[in-house]
């Protein structure tokens, strides 16, 4: 159990998830494109990168968002609300560099990429509870 710092502890959970990210779904994308993984590395680097300036960006915008709106609460409807815009703009960027790097059409892009959406649930799930198992919050620790 290591205790970091709140900065710190943000970059290095980005950096270890990122890069399993791109090694998982690089195995992912080869497989579904039936093609192999030297292939798929590419791609799979080029939408960790989307996904993190995605999520910089989305989320810096819906937390300006809600200090405008005045919302104090993240209530169902609010998450609900944020998980749908954040998937659906990853989705919207996600989709074309499918298509123009595996020479596929729109539903079979787009069939790749809810795999993909699938497959990070569960990863980041996975992910994030071993991660806190390991770096545990301050807080975590004090309760």
């Known amino acids: 159990m290591y205790i970091l710092e709140a900065r710190l502890r943000r970059i290095i959970y980005v950096v270890i998830f990122e890069f399993f990210a791109i090694v998982f779904s690089t195995w992912l994308l080869a497989a579904m494109s039936e093609g192999d993984a030297a292939g798929s590395l590419p791609v799979a680097i080029v939408v960790s990168v989307v996904a993190v300036i995605w999520n910089f960006l989305y989320n810096t915008g819906f937390e300006t968002l809600e200090q405008k709106l ?74």
């Open 70 to 143: 005045d919302w104090t609460k993240r209530t169902v409807p609010i998450r609900i609300l944020h998980a749908v815009g954040f998937e659906g703009g990853l989705i919207l960027a996600i989709v074309p560099i499918f298509m123009f790097w595996y020479q596929v059409g729109f539903v079979e892009a787009f069939l790749m990429e809810a795999a993909l959406l699938v497959f990070f649930l569960v990863y980041t799930f996975a992910f994030t509870w071993a991660f806190d198992r390991v770096f545990p919050l301050r807080r975590q620790i004090q309760a």
